[in-house]
Protein backbone atom coordinates (compact mmCIF):
# COMPACT_ATOMS: atom_id res chain seq x y z
CA UNK A 1 0.00 0.00 0.00
CA UNK A 2 1.19 3.62 -0.94
CA UNK A 3 1.06 5.88 2.55
CA UNK A 4 2.33 8.66 0.84
CA UNK A 5 -0.05 11.68 1.00
CA UNK A 6 -1.63 13.43 -2.04
CA UNK A 7 -0.59 17.51 -2.69
CA UNK A 8 -2.71 19.58 -0.26
CA UNK A 9 -4.62 16.00 0.65
CA UNK A 10 -4.76 17.32 4.63
CA UNK A 11 -7.03 20.14 3.38
CA UNK A 12 -9.78 18.51 1.19
CA UNK A 13 -12.42 17.48 4.00
CA UNK A 14 -15.86 18.22 4.70
CA UNK A 15 -15.47 21.71 6.08
CA UNK A 16 -15.04 22.58 2.28
CA UNK A 17 -18.23 22.41 1.84
CA UNK A 18 -19.30 24.97 3.66
CA UNK A 19 -17.14 27.65 2.12
CA UNK A 20 -19.81 29.14 -0.23
CA UNK A 21 -23.71 29.58 0.66
CA UNK A 22 -25.26 28.08 -2.40
CA UNK A 23 -27.47 31.09 -2.49
CA UNK A 24 -24.70 33.23 -2.92
CA UNK A 25 -23.01 31.50 -5.86
CA UNK A 26 -26.55 31.29 -7.36
CA UNK A 27 -26.39 35.10 -7.05
CA UNK A 28 -23.19 35.12 -8.67
CA UNK A 29 -24.21 32.54 -11.52
CA UNK A 30 -26.55 35.17 -12.42
CA UNK A 31 -24.41 38.26 -12.77
CA UNK A 32 -21.95 35.95 -14.59
CA UNK A 33 -24.61 35.32 -17.08
CA UNK A 34 -23.90 31.36 -17.08
CA UNK A 35 -26.87 30.66 -19.19
CA UNK A 36 -25.66 32.23 -22.47
CA UNK A 37 -21.88 30.83 -21.65
CA UNK A 38 -20.98 27.39 -23.64
CA UNK A 39 -18.00 26.60 -21.36
CA UNK A 40 -16.27 27.55 -17.99
CA UNK A 41 -12.97 26.86 -16.97
CA UNK A 42 -12.35 27.17 -13.14
CA UNK A 43 -9.19 28.16 -11.70
CA UNK A 44 -8.73 26.85 -8.31
CA UNK A 45 -5.64 29.24 -6.39
CA UNK A 46 -3.96 26.89 -4.43
CA UNK A 47 -6.09 26.11 -1.30
CA UNK A 48 -8.21 29.67 -1.55
CA UNK A 49 -6.40 30.22 1.89
CA UNK A 50 -4.39 32.72 1.33
CA UNK A 51 -5.87 35.52 2.58
CA UNK A 52 -7.42 33.38 5.16
CA UNK A 53 -3.69 32.75 6.01
CA UNK A 54 -2.85 36.45 6.97
CA UNK A 55 -6.65 36.92 7.57
CA UNK A 56 -6.79 34.26 10.53
CA UNK A 57 -3.94 36.03 12.16
CA UNK A 58 -5.47 39.05 12.82
CA UNK A 59 -9.81 38.10 12.91
CA UNK A 60 -10.30 38.42 16.76
CA UNK A 61 -11.65 35.53 18.89
CA UNK A 62 -12.13 34.84 22.49
CA UNK A 63 -8.55 32.81 22.43
CA UNK A 64 -6.77 35.54 20.70
CA UNK A 65 -7.35 38.11 23.65
CA UNK A 66 -5.48 35.89 26.13
CA UNK A 67 -2.34 36.14 23.77
CA UNK A 68 -0.54 39.25 24.03
CA UNK A 69 0.26 41.89 21.68
CA UNK A 70 3.95 40.33 21.06
CA UNK A 71 2.57 37.27 20.72
CA UNK A 72 0.31 37.84 18.28
CA UNK A 73 2.48 39.97 16.23
CA UNK A 74 5.23 37.21 16.45
CA UNK A 75 2.45 34.50 14.86
CA UNK A 76 1.72 37.00 11.97
CA UNK A 77 5.39 37.64 11.22
CA UNK A 78 5.84 33.98 11.41
CA UNK A 79 3.14 32.85 9.18
CA UNK A 80 4.57 36.06 6.75
CA UNK A 81 7.95 34.10 6.59
CA UNK A 82 6.52 30.54 5.69
CA UNK A 83 4.05 32.03 3.28
CA UNK A 84 6.98 33.61 1.40
CA UNK A 85 9.41 30.46 1.76
CA UNK A 86 6.71 28.49 0.26
CA UNK A 87 6.60 31.06 -2.84
CA UNK A 88 10.76 31.16 -3.20
CA UNK A 89 10.22 27.19 -3.34
CA UNK A 90 7.80 27.48 -6.47
CA UNK A 91 5.46 25.93 -3.92
CA UNK A 92 2.67 27.97 -4.71
CA UNK A 93 1.28 31.48 -3.28
CA UNK A 94 -0.93 31.87 -1.24
CA UNK A 95 -2.07 35.21 -1.77
CA UNK A 96 -1.87 34.85 -5.28
CA UNK A 97 -6.21 35.80 -5.41
CA UNK A 98 -4.84 39.79 -4.93
CA UNK A 99 -2.84 39.82 -8.50
CA UNK A 100 -4.85 37.16 -10.23
CA UNK A 101 -7.24 40.00 -12.21
CA UNK A 102 -3.91 41.71 -13.11
CA UNK A 103 -2.61 38.37 -14.38
CA UNK A 104 -5.54 37.54 -16.35
CA UNK A 105 -5.63 40.55 -17.82
CA UNK A 106 -2.18 40.39 -19.24
CA UNK A 107 -3.94 36.81 -20.63
CA UNK A 108 -6.06 38.50 -22.50
CA UNK A 109 -9.21 38.27 -20.57
CA UNK A 110 -12.07 40.95 -20.81
CA UNK A 111 -14.91 41.56 -18.56
CA UNK A 112 -12.99 41.06 -15.68
CA UNK A 113 -15.49 40.78 -11.98
CA UNK A 114 -14.03 40.24 -8.97
CA UNK A 115 -16.33 39.14 -5.50
CA UNK A 116 -15.74 37.84 -2.12
CA UNK A 117 -17.70 35.31 -0.23
CA UNK A 118 -20.79 36.21 1.67
CA UNK A 119 -19.48 33.43 3.62
CA UNK A 120 -18.25 33.38 7.69
CA UNK A 121 -17.59 29.79 9.78
CA UNK A 122 -18.26 31.19 12.93
CA UNK A 123 -17.80 29.46 16.19
CA UNK A 124 -20.39 30.08 18.73
CA UNK A 125 -21.55 27.53 22.01
CA UNK A 126 -22.67 25.28 21.86
CA UNK A 127 -21.92 24.53 18.45
CA UNK A 128 -24.88 22.61 17.37
CA UNK A 129 -24.83 23.34 13.93
CA UNK A 130 -23.36 20.39 11.33
CA UNK A 131 -20.89 23.25 10.09
CA UNK A 132 -19.31 23.70 13.32
CA UNK A 133 -19.50 20.25 14.47
CA UNK A 134 -17.83 19.56 10.83
CA UNK A 135 -15.31 22.15 11.29
CA UNK A 136 -14.27 21.38 15.21
CA UNK A 137 -13.13 17.71 14.16
CA UNK A 138 -11.34 19.08 11.58
CA UNK A 139 -9.49 21.68 13.85
CA UNK A 140 -9.02 18.85 16.63
CA UNK A 141 -7.74 16.37 14.11
CA UNK A 142 -5.34 19.04 13.05
CA UNK A 143 -4.46 20.01 16.65
CA UNK A 144 -3.40 16.42 17.13
CA UNK A 145 -1.03 16.13 14.32
CA UNK A 146 0.75 19.00 15.98
CA UNK A 147 -0.25 21.18 12.68
CA UNK A 148 0.34 24.48 12.01
CA UNK A 149 -1.07 24.86 8.60
CA UNK A 150 1.45 22.26 7.70
CA UNK A 151 3.38 19.68 9.57
CA UNK A 152 6.18 21.12 11.36
CA UNK A 153 8.74 19.36 9.14
CA UNK A 154 7.45 21.41 5.87
CA UNK A 155 6.97 24.42 8.30
CA UNK A 156 9.89 24.74 9.10
CA UNK A 157 11.01 24.19 5.17
CA UNK A 158 9.36 27.12 4.08
CA UNK A 159 10.31 29.27 7.49
CA UNK A 160 13.93 29.00 6.45
CA UNK A 161 12.91 29.03 3.10
CA UNK A 162 11.93 32.72 3.85
CA UNK A 163 14.81 33.63 5.39
CA UNK A 164 13.58 32.75 8.76
CA UNK A 165 16.02 32.30 11.90
CA UNK A 166 16.23 28.72 12.14
CA UNK A 167 17.32 29.65 16.13
CA UNK A 168 13.61 30.98 16.19
CA UNK A 169 11.72 28.74 14.55
CA UNK A 170 10.99 26.03 17.70
CA UNK A 171 9.80 28.90 20.17
CA UNK A 172 7.19 30.63 16.83
CA UNK A 173 6.07 26.90 16.23
CA UNK A 174 5.54 25.90 19.73
CA UNK A 175 3.40 29.43 20.36
CA UNK A 176 1.25 28.79 17.35
CA UNK A 177 0.47 25.30 18.81
CA UNK A 178 -0.29 26.54 22.07
CA UNK A 179 -2.32 29.00 20.69
CA UNK A 180 -4.26 25.65 18.63
CA UNK A 181 -4.49 24.14 22.24
CA UNK A 182 -5.98 26.80 23.49
CA UNK A 183 -9.20 27.01 21.42
CA UNK A 184 -9.58 23.22 21.60
CA UNK A 185 -9.56 24.06 25.22
CA UNK A 186 -11.83 26.69 25.29
CA UNK A 187 -14.25 24.64 22.28
CA UNK A 188 -14.33 21.49 25.20
CA UNK A 189 -14.81 24.22 27.45
CA UNK A 190 -17.96 25.68 25.46
CA UNK A 191 -16.58 29.20 25.72
CA UNK A 192 -15.02 29.73 22.72
CA UNK A 193 -16.73 31.85 19.74
CA UNK A 194 -14.91 34.03 17.01
CA UNK A 195 -17.45 35.19 13.45
CA UNK A 196 -14.38 33.90 11.60
CA UNK A 197 -14.25 35.75 8.63
CA UNK A 198 -12.03 35.05 5.70
CA UNK A 199 -10.60 36.34 2.65
CA UNK A 200 -12.34 34.16 -0.75
CA UNK A 201 -12.39 35.68 -4.20
CA UNK A 202 -14.43 34.69 -7.09
CA UNK A 203 -12.47 36.13 -10.18
CA UNK A 204 -13.74 36.01 -13.56
CA UNK A 205 -13.31 36.87 -17.00
CA UNK A 206 -14.14 35.93 -20.36
CA UNK A 207 -11.75 35.26 -23.76
CA UNK A 208 -12.86 34.18 -26.81
CA UNK A 209 -11.07 31.80 -28.92
CA UNK A 210 -12.62 32.28 -32.04
Known amino acids: MN ?3 LHSEDYFGEQRDFWWNADFLELMARRLNFSSIHSVLDVGCGQGHWGQLLANSVIRSSVNDELTIEEEASLYRFQLYCEKGKEALGLGFNSLGDLLPGMLSEFGLTH ?9 SFFI ?3 ESLEQKINIK ?3 DWDQKD ?3 WEREETKRYFLAGKGNEEE ?3 LFELALKRSKKEIQAIDENCFHTAGGGVHYLISGRKSFF
Open 169 to 171: FTS
Open 3 to 5: DTK
Open 138 to 140: QKK
Open 147 to 149: FFW
Open 125 to 127: PPY
Open 112 to 120: QKVFQSDKA
